[in-house]
T-cell receptor, first 115, second 111 residues
Framework: GAGVSQSPSNKVTEKGKDVELRCDPISGHTALYWYRQSLGQGLEFLIYFQGNSAPDKSGLPSDRFSAERTGGSVSTLTIQRTQQEDSAVYLC?????????????FGNGTRLTVT | AQSVTQLDSQVPVFEEAPVELRCNYSSSVSVYLFWYVQYPNQGLQLLLKYLSGSTLVESINGFEAEFNKSQTSFHLRKPSVHISDTAEYFCAVSFISHMRFGAGTRLTVKP
């Protein structure tokens, strides 16, 4: 079946512009995660959605970052007034139930470059 | 606070040599442990996981990892690597609401 789909795969934007990154999780997966992968930094947790519960936003680095998940499926990560330090690969992952023993299924990521 | 440390950022080895990628974690509660692999220009894929039971877990492509509770480690090993094993490997610890990842180890297998 289809895996986690992210779009666009690459995004180049000018400093100060807003960007939206999209994630389509695996159908039926109730949990959705956003991570940021920077060179040499590993994966940094950003936000977690589980069903209809309030999202865990504890990893968002600043108030310029926000995310929503509509209808329990597609998610959009929005970065306002982008800065050069926002350049990274943004990864989306989903899991069937959000349980801590459930592996994550990752998309291929969106590579964001802020010039 | 929980954390994951991968002790080596890069590991170069020759083909058919053994390799060990080290991972240590800190946690005051029980955890579940995972290794993910990211091949060049691809997304992360689950390699293997420890949830409970036998402390030695194996993957289908010859990797194994051993959970050592006393040393809080989950090192990844393979007795003989192939060129195709060249990738970045991430150790991850899962607890509470989300998975926490190490900084990654880039394994480069040379002919």
């Amino acid at each position: 079946g289809a895996g986690v789909s992210q779009s666009p795969s690459n995004k180049v934007t000018e400093k100060g512009k807003d960007v939206e990154l999209r994630c389509d999780p695996i159908s039926g997966h109730t949990a959705l995660y956003w991570y940021r992968q920077s060179l040499g930094q590993g994966l940094e947790f950003l936000i977690y959605f589980q069903g209809n519960s309030a999202p865990d936003k504890s990893g968002l680095p600043s108030d310029r970052f926000s995310a929503e998940r509509t209808g329990g499926s597609v998610s959009t990560l929005t970065i306002q007034r982008t800065q050069q330090e926002d350049s990274a690969v943004y990864l989306c992952a989903s899991s069937p139930d959000g349980e801590v023993n459930s592996p994550l299924h990752f998309g291929n990521g969106t590579r964001l470059t802020v010039t | 606070a929980q954390s994951v440390t991968q002790l080596d950022s890069q590991v170069p080895v020759f083909e058919e040599a053994p390799v060990e990628l080290r991972c240590n974690y800190s946690s005051s509660v029980s955890v579940y442990l995972f290794w993910y692999v990211q091949y060049p220009n691809q997304g992360l894929q689950l390699l293997l996981k420890y949830l409970s039971g036998s402390t030695l877990v194996e993957s289908i492509n010859g990797f194994e990892a051993e959970f050592n509770k006393s040393q809080t480690s989950f090192h990844l090993r393979k007795p003989s690597v192939h060129i195709s094993d060249t990738a970045e490997y991430f150790c991850a610890v899962s607890f509470i609401s989300h998975m926490r990842f190490g900084a990654g180890t880039r394994l480069t297998v040379k002919p």
